[in-house]
C-alpha cells in the first residue's frame, strides 16, 4: 500500500530510506518548537499556545506536501516571517496578534489563490535573482540580530541606538558558552546538531542557575486549553489600513520565500514538475497557520536534510509530520528553555542565510547597488517588508536611469508600484 502510493521504487528508494530521512529532517529543524514560540511571545502569544500552535502546524503542513506533493518537503512556521508577524507586524505596526492572525488566514489565502494559476510563475521569473538572494541575506542578518539581543550581546546604549552587553552578566556568558557549543556541534557536522545545541545550552543555564524552573512541574499541555486559542483571530480590524498593509506584506514575504525555496528543492530531487503541487501545499498550509495560532508557513531550509538523507517522496515529510506530533508530550520540558540556549540558533542560522551573498553578482552596479539596499535596511529597519521595497523600488529605477528599462518586465514595475504604495499606506495608517 505505502509503495504504490508514494510511488517509492519510481523514486528510486525504499520506505526505511525515506522514514530514516524524515527522521532526519525533524532533528535538524525541531528546533523550530521552541524558537517559533519564543519569537511569538514577543507578539503576545502564551509560550504554551505558541508551542502547541508550531507543532499542529508543523503536522498538518508535513501531511499536506506529503500527501498532495508527494514531496520530502518540510512545512514549518517561517524563521524570517515570523519575525515579520512579531516585531513588524504586532511590534512595529500595533496590531494585536489576534488581529496579526487573521492576516495570516486572509494572506494564505490570497496565497492559495496565486498558487493555483499561472501567476507563481510569472512572479517567479519576475523578481531579479540578486533580490531574492537578498532578501534571504538581509533576513539573515535580522535574525542575526534579534539572536544577539536575546542573548544580551547587544543592548541599547546611552549615546548611540546599540552597544555591546556587558560581560560580567551571567545570561551573556551562557549566551556566548552555548554559542561555542553549538557551533562546535555544527562544524562537526553532529546530526541534530542545533537540537542538542539547544539542550546543552539548556544544561548549561540550569547548572549555572541561569533556568527558570517555576514551570517544570506543569504538566503537558491541556488540549483543551489550546482548543480554545485555536481560532483566535480577529477582524476587528478588517476596515483599517494598518491591516491590509499587514495583508499585502505576508503576501509578498510567503510567496517570494517560498518560491525560491521551493524551486531549488525540487531542483536537489531532480523533479521540478513537482515544483506546483508542492507550492500549493505550502500556501494551503499558510492558511492553517492562522487558524492554528502562528505565523505562516514555509517549506524549510532543513529540508534539504532529508533529501540529503535520501529522501525523495512524501514519505519522509509524512515521518517528520508525525514525530512533530509527538513532541507535544513534552512541552513542560520545552518551556524551560532559557533565550541564551535560543539566541546561538538565532544567530547560526543567520549565519547560514547570508551565505546567498556569493549569488549576488557584482559587476553592474543596477544589480547589486537594489541588494545591497535591501540587504542593509531590513535589519537597519527590524522590517523585513521595508527592506525588499527598498531594493524592488531602486532595482526599476536605477535601469531606468541608465537607459536599460526595457529589460525590466512589466510585472517588476507592478511589484515596486505595490512597494510605493506600501510606503504610502503605511504612512497612512
Avoid at 515570523?82 to 489565502?109: C, D, H, K, R
Avoid at 523533479?271 to 508557513?297: E, I
Avoid at 532543513?302 to 525523495?312: D, K, L, N
Wanted: charged fraction near 10%; glycine fraction near 10%; aromatic fraction near 10%.
Amino acid at each position: 500500500m505505502i509503495q504504490k502510493w508514494f510511488r517509492i521504487q519510481e523514486h528510486g528508494t525504499n520506505v526505511t530510506q525515506e522514514i530514516m530521512a524524515g527522521i532526519v529532517s525533524f532533528f535538524t529543524v525541531v528546533y523550530i518548537i521552541v524558537v517559533n514560540a519564543s519569537i511569538l511571545a514577543d507578539a503576545g502569544i502564551p509560550f504554551e499556545m505558541g508551542v502547541a500552535a508550531t507543532v499542529f502546524t508543523s503536522f498538518i503542513g508535513c501531511l499536506m506536501v506529503g500527501f498532495w506533493a508527494n514531496t520530502p518537503n518540510v512545512l514549518v512556521p517561517g524563521m524570517g516571517v515570523n519575525a515579520l508577524f512579531t516585531y513588524t507586524i504586532v511590534q512595529g505596526m500595533g496590531l494585536p496578534w489576534q488581529e496579526a492572525l487573521a492576516a495570516v488566514f486572509i494572506s494564505g489565502l490570497v496565497v492559495t489563490a496565486i498558487s493555483f494559476t499561472s501567476l507563481t510563475d510569472l512572479i517567479a521569473k519576475a523578481i531579479p535573482n540578486s533580490l531574492k538572494h537578498a532578501i534571504t541575506v538581509g533576513i539573515g542578518f535580522l535574525l542575526t540580530f534579534i539572536g544577539m539581543e536575546k542573548g544580551g550581546l547587544v543592548v541599547s546604549g546611552k549615546s548611540t541606538l546599540l552597544a555591546l552587553g556587558s560581560f560580567s552578566d551571567p545570561h551573556v556568558l551562557l549566551t556566548l558558552a552555548s554559542l561555542g557549543i553549538t557551533l562546535f556541534l555544527f562544524v562537526r557536522n553532529v546530526r541534530g546538531n542545533l537540537l542538542i545545541g539547544i539542550a546543552l545550552g539548556t544544561a548549561l543555564a540550569a547548572l549555572f542557575g541561569g533556568l527558570d524552573t517555576g514551570s517544570g512541574g506543569e504538566t503537558a499541555l491541556s488540549l483543551a486549553d489550546y482548543g480554545s486559542f485555536i481560532g483566535a483571530m480577529s477582524f476587528d480590524s478588517i476596515g483599517s489600513i494598518a491591516f491590509w498593509v499587514a495583508v499585502f506584506s505576508l503576501i509578498l514575504v510567503v510567496l517570494f520565500e517560498n518560491v525560491g525555496l521551493i524551486h531549488g528543492q525540487m531542483e536537489m530531487i531532480k523533479r521540478p514538475d513537482k515544483f506546483k503541487r508542492t507550492f500549493q501545499a505550502s500556501a494551503v498550509s499558510a492558511v492553517s497557520a492562522g487558524l492554528l495560532g502562528t505565523s505562516p508557513t514555509i517549506s524549510s531550509v532543513e529540508s534539504a536534510a532529508g533529501i540529503s538523507a535520501g529522501g525523495r517522496t512524501g514519505l519522509t515529510s509524512i515521518t517528520t509530520g508525525v514525530l512533530f506530533l509527538s513532541s507535544i508530550a513534552v512541552i513542560p520540558l520545552i518551556k524551560m528553555i532559557p533565550s541564551s540556549a535560543i539566541a546561538p540558533v538565532l544567530m547560526i542560522i543567520g549565519g547560514l542565510m547570508i551565505q546567498g551573498i556569493r549569488e549576488i553578482k557584482f559587476d553592474d552596479m543596477t544589480d547589486w547597488f537594489p541588494a545591497f539596499l535591501t540587504i542593509a535596511a531590513i535589519p537597519l529597519t527590524s522590517s523585513i517588508v521595508d527592506g525588499m521595497a527598498f531594493g524592488f523600488i531602486a532595482y526599476p529605477l536605477l535601469k531606468i536611469a541608465t537607459g536599460k528599462w526595457k529589460s525590466v518586465g512589466i510585472v517588476s514595475y507592478v511589484i515596486a508600484m505595490l512597494f510605493v504604495m506600501n510606503f504610502v499606506l503605511h504612512t497612512a495608517g
